[in-house]
């Protein structure tokens, strides 16, 4: 099958300029002005712009959280995201503690396999690393192409792992070729912190706010940035929220070390206040937690600095009956937040549209960044001959409203409920086929699959 797109506005992280794209099979073959070649299909993509498909490299599908799973899985989510602009996810394996990391990777292709709409991928979630599991990584590096291996410096008992085991885990993945990723923030402080506010009667969703304070997050990207200087392991942090840990890592650049930085685009439009009314604040409660518009102004700067390389979502949803499990208690809310069928928009809308940063910066924290830190640019990522076609046709001036009523993924609520937004998906395109046109899905359950990854780029 031939795709021949006509007079589209090409952006990539470098470049700017109106061509037509020719697509043979699941790749581009040929740019170029005024093509005249047969196509199968021809569209006309005049006045529009064409991005490469955006990768969200921190999502949470069917994720087993706090005696419920997350609600949108593997069909539902990559749906979503497909209808977004976010043609590729990086999903989380959670090892089991007491269980093997081959356990784990077991059960969550059982929920990925056939089921999804979009390209995917896995990280590692190492919750127990110990001699066996260190023999388990150059093989999910090698053969499984699984090369980035996330860790929790929090959820104590459950996800948690300790500075020794970091280090080792950091040693093992260095020799591998691989990644080391973290949630950066200091579970016992936050423990301290839910208990002692339990302990006064503090249950609104409130409480879960101000038991994470921006120490707490700060502190612990500085010791991670610490522990990865000392392996010399690349090292990126998810999820950022705040001033405090981003100034860490600018810390760090002062001795000539590389962190890589990822934040959500929750923390670049959505503030603490939203917890200021009562359980709908529940809504609102992730880990960490929406932080204050200074910390937003700094979040904004560094990616025009190019200190923060990644906008990603987090995306966990979870039903508003399953927000309500922590009714009486904020420390039984679930985390997670609803955001993958957005981020694309939303960062164009208060970003590119609002003049915080450019088209070409745009591209570069939506999907070029993440494929050449996560090993799998220019396959994925940019416009190129040979690379995968993944492409959104974007109308620049379209203006539409956030609702629940609209959106496509499994959450009864939108966090960005009436929210008016400039700029929308027309057209998507996921390996040379035409996944969503006009808000209605083209491809099929299981045309979606798993990208093997290689190295990172320590360059972007």
Partial sequence: MSILLKNGRIITASEDYVADIFIEGEQITCIGKNLNLKADTQIDASGKLIFPG????????????????????YSTGTNAALHGGTTMVIDFILQTQGK???????EWQGRSNGNAFGDYSFHMAVTDFNEETKKEIVQLVEEEGITSFKTFMAYKGALMIDDRQMVGLMNEVKKCGGLVTVHATNGDMIDFLIAKHKSEGKMEPLF??????????SE??????????HTGVPAYVVHMTCEGALNQVRDAAKRNQRVFVETCIQYLVLDASLYQQNFDGA?????????????????????????VNVVATDHCPFMWEQKKMG??????????????????????????????????????????????????????????????????????????????????????????????????CECILLRGQIAVDKGETKVSKGYGKFIKRGKSSLIV
Avoid: C
């Fill in 54 to 73: 955006g990768i969200d490299p921190h999502v949470h599908l069917d994720m087993p959280f706090m005696g419920t799973f997350s609600s949108d899985d």
């Fill in 100 to 106: 093997s990391l081959h356990h784990a990777l077991g």
């Fill in 208 to 217: 879960h706010y101000l038991s994470q304070p921006e120490i707490t997050e």
């Fill in 220 to 229: 612990a990207t500085g010791r991670f940035a610490d522990m990865a200087y």
């Fill in 283 to 307: 809504k609102y409660v992730m880990s960490p937690p929406l932080r204050e518009l200074k910390d937003q102004e700094s979040l904004w700067a560094g990616i025009n600095q190019g200190t």
């Fill in 327 to 424: 009714l009486n208690d904020f420390s039984k809310i679930p985390n997670g937040h609803p955001a993958i069928e957005h981020r694309m928009e939303l960062l164009f809308s208060e970003g590119v549209s609002k003049g915080k940063i450019s088209l070409n910066k745009f591209v570069e924290v939506s999907s070029t960044n993440a494929a050449k830190i996560f090993g799998m640019y220019p396959r994925k990522g940019t416009i190129g001959i040979g690379s995968d076609a993944d492409l959104v046709v974007f109308d620049p001036l379209k203006k539409h409203t956030l609702s629940a009523k609209a959106h496509h993924m499994n959450v009864d609520y939108s966090a960005y409920e009436g929210k008016e937004l400039t700029g929308k």
